[in-house]
């Protein structure tokens, strides 16, 4: 791969992704993947002014001996150093930037009910600090090729050749031309900032989908509450874009307010393995009935982690002809496969997106209608055909998607 074009993808994500400002702490969660591309990204941080970067490695392999080896109460147990790492969090409000490159089946054959049981036993006893940092700082997710993501994506190439076709997908998707990719993130910011402020402006109370695949489905909005895209603010921390890449227009939708049968269009990476061929029925909010080809019992799973993990946290809309879906690859990573196609997420819902909600406690949050869980995990819905029709408080319907695409 071009340095040239490598180097122009590192200074977007930290000029525009995390837009790092002078004097601030930036916290880096890579895999052991791509480290030279890691130190560009590092370097980039200090040129724009911080004043400390600390990079945390991780390694699916490793993590998977740990799920292989630990009792559910080690993998549980959430240490002395980890609460002082959410203190210093929440006292300093360090920048987080995720580099992801994860293996789509790093988890495959371990043990997922351990692995669920452990989340679901750690999570009560971080959830105050997570509730309190929550849409306070600045963060973006961003992704790199490790090989066996690679050789995943392109199964009939191997090794450095794999990495070279995925760095290109990658670079390709997240608007890396040749070009200024700050001024393209800018002007791409300008579309999304116009479509957020054109839903805005309807008032919806009610979406309606539907499509030939079987997908039938109504979910209800928040009065009042905004829709996100592109550009976000994090309070006395500025502006950011928290996915590079993203083409998606997405709001908080009501929780356990809505009915009816979604098929998803794509794979679902979940916990290293796939999750494909499903759908997910909903009946008073909350979802009655899964159905999958394969890997039913951890979508079952995945549901039943706790009361959220059963209600809808997003409702997000990405054009069928976005430049995710033209580049005609099935990446096995969320961070692309949900920006190719409209899409949902089970779990937490965005409290950031509710006015005012800075000043609210958790429990105000959840009370006007943001739901509230350990998971939040997007699933894909868009296809070809979909229709979305929105509703507002009177009734009044407006067409948002036909045939996939953006009619507004």
């Known amino acids: 791969m071009k340095e040239k074009l490598l180097h122009d993808y590192a200074k977007l994500i930290v000029r525009k992704g995390i837009n790092v400002q002078k004097g601030e702490i930036v916290w880096v969660y890579p895999q052991l993947d791509q480290p030279d591309f890691v130190t560009m990204v590092v370097e980039e941080c200090y040129k724009a002014g911080a004043k400390n970067v600390v990079v945390y490695w991780s390694h699916d392999q490793i993590s998977r001996l740990a799920y292989k080896y630990e009792t559910v109460s080690s993998l549980a147990d959430v240490n002395s150093i980890a609460i002082a790492r959410l203190k210093y969090r929440l006292k300093k ?108 402006s309807l008032k919806l109370r009610k979406l309606h989908y539907k499509s030939a695949n079987g997908t039938n489905f109504s979910v209800e909005l928040i009065p009042g509450v905004r829709w996100g895209g592109g550009v976000e603010t ?70 039943a982690m706790d009361e959220g993990a059963a209600k809808l946290g997003e409702v997000a809309l990405v054009p069928y002809d976005s430049p995710i879906r033209q580049s005609n690859t099935l990446f096995y990573n969320t961070l692309f496969d949900e920006n190719a196609a409209c899409h949902f997420a089970l779990g937490r819902g965005f409290r950031e997106l509710l006015p005012d909600s800075e000043n609210m406690s958790a429990g105000e949050v959840e009370a006007k209608g943001i739901n509230s869980s350990m998971i939040h995990v997007d699933f894909m819905v868009g296809t070809k055909d979909l229709s979305i029709v929105g509703e507002d408080e009177k009734g009044h319907k407006t067409q948002i998607f036909k045939d996939g695409n953006w009619s507004i």
């Open 234 to 303: 994090a309070p006395n921390k500025g502006e950011f874009n928290p996915n590079i890449p993203s083409e998606e227009v997405f709001t908080t939708p009501l929780a356990g307010r809505c009915e009816g049968t979604l098929f998803a269009s794509k794979p679902l990476s979940y916990n290293g393995e796939i999750i494909d061929g499903f759908s997910i029925t909903f009946k008073n909010g909350k979802v009655v009935k899964v159905h999958a080809e394969k890997n039913q019992g951890l979508l079952e799973k995945m549901v």
């Open 93 to 200: 409000m360090p920048t987080m930037l995720y580099l992801i490159s994860d293996d789509p089946d790093a988890f495959k054959g371990v043990n997922q009910a351990k692995i669920s049981k452990a989340r679901a036993k750690s999570y009560p006893k971080i959830k105050k600090y997570l509730d309190q940092l929550d849409s306070k700082y600045k963060w973006c997710i961003a992704a790199v090729p490790g090989l066996k993501w690679a050789e995943k994506v392109f199964p009939d190439v191997k090794g450095v050749d794999a990495i070279e076709k995925l760095w290109e997908k990658i670079l390709f998707t997240s608007r890396v031309d040749g070009n200024d990719p700050v001024e393209n993130w800018n002007k791409h910011n300008e579309f999304l900032i116009s479509q957020r402020n054109k839903l805005e």
